[in-house]
């Protein structure tokens, strides 16, 4: 163990520091190589050898095969694996032979590719990446909502690579297909990068924006190959070939080399103060994060802070700065946050400073786990689990890309399930990665594609197939609902405005809002209409670049919120309301008295207040009401109901019934991303002792978005998995009647009461008993 506590120190805790929980070593991997494929252009490889690549690595050969073959293929490979030559080789080649045909030449008809990326960061690396070949036969551009208007035209002419991303595709490219009709008739391969990040409600819009673009190839006579790079996922095959809507090759085992990381498990310490209720608190996984940030930099170490957050990662960055200031007054300049948000000038500064290393440390997003090539990393420092463990190993891989050894650290949050992976490390590093989850057939996702494809084309009776078998009744009802008409040759989109505007990828209805600064009217960025509720309310902190706002107005008639700056020493959390109708029951299984059902629900959700936490030890300083509309949400729940007389069995006294009921239903949202690729904001939950529509005890767990994102699904299916991990996590947590490690939630509006954690336990062992008893 010596060898492995040497990297330990650099976190600045001394060599056996309290807070770790587990160390474990990724070992070092050697790299397998293959020939060059016999029909790869000797000025493609030669280009390839330009940048550095004299041999490609099996894996990388493998999966250009296929796809030269005409197979549609994902390649899952670990990061830093150069899954970026498996797509580039034959895509380049293609490219390449067609321009150099004096035919092709003539008439300008030569093959073209197009890729697609979740992020315009990611887009931005690979133009540089393929720039750098200096192939005269290359015509590559970037198509997004940064692209000057005079450069547009040129790209539809005459560009032969072209990098845009899903927003692009939909409101820009699909829309005005007749403008783009040289390029699909010639289109080879479609490239879809980070296929993994294409999970939940962003996933399902994705798969059927992809079904649209296979029909527009369709019309103008192409059938292109759709060539997928994707972090280790379990059974990447089947979810690119669902993403796709057509079967994909899957090429998964790494023949990449990689160095060392040694990886720590670290769980903040407790503090003095006491949170709601009396329940001891540990240091925020914020404080903890920045402090080892700030250490990491002070040693010259170049260290990348994750955190899922946009909050987070701007104060993780500020509170490292003023850190580093007290010892190193050169420094607190190269720490910078990074994240969705930020206007694109300020995004390319930073992803310049990263590359260049003029950064020290960072502290960002997901928005830098997705595929940016940065070299020379030294460390990552993962701010609470980030929801999967196909994003764990993401992050921790950015760090070592070099070929190095490498220091990870995954630090905590006062959370359930983080506190059940410190506690089990055999949970992340034994047990495979998650499927990606994703829904294409959800109507509130599938109705608006349909207007979409019929506005880009009318929509044939053949063709509704490609949509799912969902799509011929979703069809009907859009005809009787006026938004498209139906005659003998299909349907028709005949409206005069855009039907792609219907269609809101990544948020649930509402658009982008403005963060505006009151004083000055600048614009500082945007959030999404449904975080506004939870983190742009009257009386929120905003933190953008490092500077601190307080929100005075949330005006969403207008889009738009006004904030004035201000230095809080604190953060805001908003709490809600609940409550929930049975709709339609459609799964159910059996287990003696217990049932446990899926369906549809309509949820009801209220934000009504808001706590001011202290952001080093969690302290609540206050709360404050909020009168804000109620939303209504019609999704997919799983719901458990338990008989009166089998909990009072078990122990469980019916004045002790709710606050059981209560705490299992908060610690089993906190554990349900271990069994489904969700995070748990992107559930919810209620819990009461007599629902009106069950008449019995009953929790229920919802996805929290409109028609569902599968995420409950996926913990119907592994039920006795979920519940076990959940009553381990209460069981392990050594707190005496629950604490935000177990059994508390900071999003209850019933500010955690009753909850009662011994009475969890019974009801999740009642649960699990009679699941054994009917063979589950």
Known sequence: MTEQYELIPQLGHGPSPESLRHLRVVPAREAVHGPWPEWAHPDVVEAFGRCGVATPWLHQ???????????????????????SLAYQLPALDAIHRSELDPAVALEATGTTVLYLSPTKALAADQLSALAGFALPTLKVAAYDGDTDPGERRWIRDHANFVLTNPDMLNF???????????????????????????????????????????????????????????????????????????????????????????VALWEPPLTDTRGENGAPTRRTVIAETADLLANLVSGQVRTIAFIKSRRGAETISAIARRLVDEVHPSLPGRIAAYRSGYLPEERRVLERQLRTGELLGIASTSALELGIDVAGLDAVLVAGWPGTRASFFQQIGRAGRAG??????????????????????????????????????????????????AAEQPLRLEEVQLFGETAQELLDGLVERGYLRRRPSGWFWTHPESAASLVNLRADG???????????????????????????????????????????????????????????????????????????????LDWGPVQVHFGDVKVTTQVVSFQRKAVVSNEVLGEEPLELEARDLFTKAIWFTVPEREMAAAGILPDAAPGALHAAEHASIGLLPLVASSDRWDIGGVSTALHMDTGMPTIFVYDGYPGGAGFVERAFDRATTWLNATREAITACGCDTGCPSCVQSPKCGNRNNPLDKAAAVTLLGLLLRHASAAGA
């Open 510 to 588: 509402g658009g982008p809002m403005n963060i505006i600064d009151a004083r000055t009217g600048v614009l500082l960025g945007t959030m999404d209409s449904p975080q506004t509720q939870y983190q742009a309310h009257t009386g929120a902190v905003y933190v953008h670049q490092g500077a601190t706002y307080v929100v005075e107005e949330l005006n969403e008639r207008d889009h738009c919120v006004l904030v004035n700056r201000a230095n809080p020493d604190y953060y805001t959390q908003a709490r809600d309301i609940t409550t929930i109708d049975v709709l339609e029951v459609q799964r159910t």
């Open 404 to 453: 190095q050894d490498a220091l990870a650290a995954f630090v905590a949050s006062d959370d359930p399930l983080d506190t059940f992976l410190v506690n089990h490390p055999e949970a992340i590093f034994d047990t495979s990665v998650e499927a990606t989850v994703f829904d294409p057939s959800n109507p509130y996702v599938l109705g608006p594609h349909l207007c979409a494809a």
């Open 172 to 262: 820009g490219i699909l829309p005005n297909h007749p403008g783009w009709a040289r390029f699909f008739r010639r289109l080879a391969y479609v490239i879809v990068d980070e296929a993994h990040s294409y999970r939940g409600v962003f996933g399902s819009h994705v798969a059927n924006l992809l079904r649209r673009l296979r029909r527009i190839c369709a019309y103008y006579g192409s059938d292109p190959v759709f060539v997928g790079a994707s972090a280790t996922s379990s059974e990447p095959g089947t979810s690119f070939g669902l993403l796709i809507g057509a079967q994909a090759t899957e090429v998964t085992v790494d023949f990449s080399p990689h160095g060392q990381t040694v």
């Open 61 to 83: 050969v493998q999966a250009a095969l296929a796809a030269h073959d005409g197979e549609h293929t994902i390649v899952s490979t670990g990061t830093a694996s150069g899954k």
